[in-house]
């Protein structure tokens, strides 16, 4: 059983009503509760007693070091079996950190700990580090995201990663720069290191860091999941990527390059690997200017018959409708993608009604498209429509903050009524509409089975 109770104020006599019930959770989330460390105490003794409980959530609440020691308590109990605990934005601080490292010490139970958006700092990381070291930790996951580490902390990082069973590691906004991440390739490189997820978005890094991760991208196959978004690393680091993605040895899945910089001439690169790589599944390329020049290398890879792409997100990528044709292009010859998102770019009505005529080749698989803040106008909205309600593969359509008025929601959802009409979400953020069109999607709700309209 699952306890999942989120943003809601719990008053006394519920938290003293709801306290009896929790040990026979096997999941319990607290998350937006605002507990407070009292609340603690009542948790340790659940953590103390319950033979089931093995994932707790505390996101946002503010627990603060108090609380998280009196929550240790509970966890050292070796009748405690909890795997995962999660205790982001909790408002602790290096003060509890000696407590996480006895945890990490004496917890071989524990694989997953949540630990980001709370000011642990350099030295409070370093003790946790300490207790990461401790032959009797077997954590696979930890997320550090916010927790204002430096790239003093790197070389302890770096050894936890050469001897531990960790297999995700979350070191996002965080001021590591290149040095620290230069530390963190060496223990990446160890051979018992096994990571399959390093994420360092917002991290400093630059085009320096890329040689390394690059060599560590092309001799680890267990490295899955690479995501450095936010990170200035321009061009000259895309091609010293995209050179360690290509290696045979390189098993990559899902790569975040977000805002890293890019321009049109990191997609002839990036083309090279989207056509040859099989193991890429995922690519983020958001807020790069890769204009529609970009595009088209991107398209240009997307259609070889060893693409294997399936979730391209390209909004704030500085597209127009001339890049339209070649997406229609890829939609018709690409059976494999199912997620693009291509928001906030100017693709204006035509672009779309290109867009559609590739959506409606039978080759086309698409489950989810995202349009929002494209321009569009309801004269799109008849494309759209014929879209909706004959490609039975379309489950999620997204064209929030566009003008289509009621005229365009209307035809949108005539169409969610076709019999043919397989779509589960329509989403129409910031969409100006009468109350008539309100209450036309209630009602369409109402009449659908297991579609919403969501705005």
Known sequence: MDLDIQCEELSESKWKEL?????????IRLDDCRLLSPHCEDLASVLSSSQTLTELKLNNNELGDAG?????KGLMNPSCKLQKLCLQNCNLTKACCENLRTLLSTKPSLTELRLGDNRLGTSG???LCEGLLDPHCQLQKLHLDYCELSVRNAEALSSALRTKTLTELNLSNNKLGDAAVKQLCEGLLDAHCQLESLQLESCRIT???CGDLGTVLSTKPSLKELCIGENKIGNAGAALLCQGVL????KIEKLWLWECDFSAASCKDLS???STKESLKEISLIGNDLKDEGMEHLCQGLKSPKAAVQSLWLRECGLTAACCKSIASVLSQNGRLKELQIGSNNLQDEGVAQICEGLMDPNCTLQALWLGNSELTPACCDKLAAVIAAKQSLTELEVSNNSLEDEGVRKLCEAVRNPNCHLQHLILYDIFWSSEIE???AAL????PGFKAIY
């Open 439 to 441: 209450d036309e999607l």
């Open 19 to 27: 306290v009896p019930s929790l040990t026979q959770y096997k999941t």
């Open 247 to 250: 290696n045979p040895d390189c």
């Open 125 to 127: 990381i370093k003790v």
């Open 445 to 448: 709700e109402e009449s659908k």
């Open 68 to 72: 998280l020691e009196k929550l240790c």
């Open 272 to 274: 090279n690997v989207i």
């Open 207 to 209: 085009a320096a860091s």
